[in-house]
């Protein structure tokens, strides 16, 4: 097995667990928007926060390894079209890394015997709906490169 596909397995396997990450972490902030920062479900929500963000980032990283096989593989594969995936995957790794450091944060006020900032539900609210969608196109890209005879 050649590391680019031994790439393309771990990326195509853990961007689905972001993908679906992004807006299980925003139903969280909705469900649990009231309850007290420091609960046991929030702490659930900031780990699933930095988990989620780490994931992101494996499959942020493997990406170019993913669509080296890609290139050797698809037929009428296209630069253009993996590039705009790119770009879009890009912006949803910085995103999530953004909301894993809130989850961080979150943690850390706790450690240290506060509570944290009740800013944090809203601010989550608008990076994670703005994090699903971005997701969810990024994954609709990333469809077409292996399918290309479904590009419009």
Excluded: C
């Excluded at 679906?20 to 649990?32: D, E, K, Q, T």
């Excluded at 920062?37 to 900031?46: C, F, G, H, I, V």
């Excluded at 990406?63 to 993996?82: K, N």
Aim: no cysteine.
């Amino acid at each position: 097995m050649t590391t680019e596909m031994t790439a393309n397995w771990i990326h195509v396997a853990v961007v689905h667990l972001a993908v679906i990450g992004a807006p299980w972490l925003l139903y969280r902030v909705l469900a649990h928007g009231r309850t007290a920062l420091d609960s046991a479900a929030w702490k659930t929500t900031y780990t699933g926060s930095i988990i989620i963000g780490i994931v992101a980032a494996i499959g942020y990283f493997t990406g170019p390894h993913a669509a080296d096989w890609a290139q050797l593989v698809v037929d009428g594969y296209s630069q253009d079209h993996v590039e705009d995936h790119a770009l879009w995957g890009r912006i949803a790794f910085v995103v999530q890394g953004i909301v894993a450091l809130i989850g961080v944060m979150g943690w850390a006020s706790i450690l240290q015997g506060e509570a944290p900032d009740r800013r944090l539900p809203p601010i989550l609210i608008v990076l994670l709906s703005i994090n699903t969608l971005v997701m969810i196109y990024t994954a609709h890209l990333g469809g077409l490169v292996r399918r290309m005879d479904l590009m419009p």
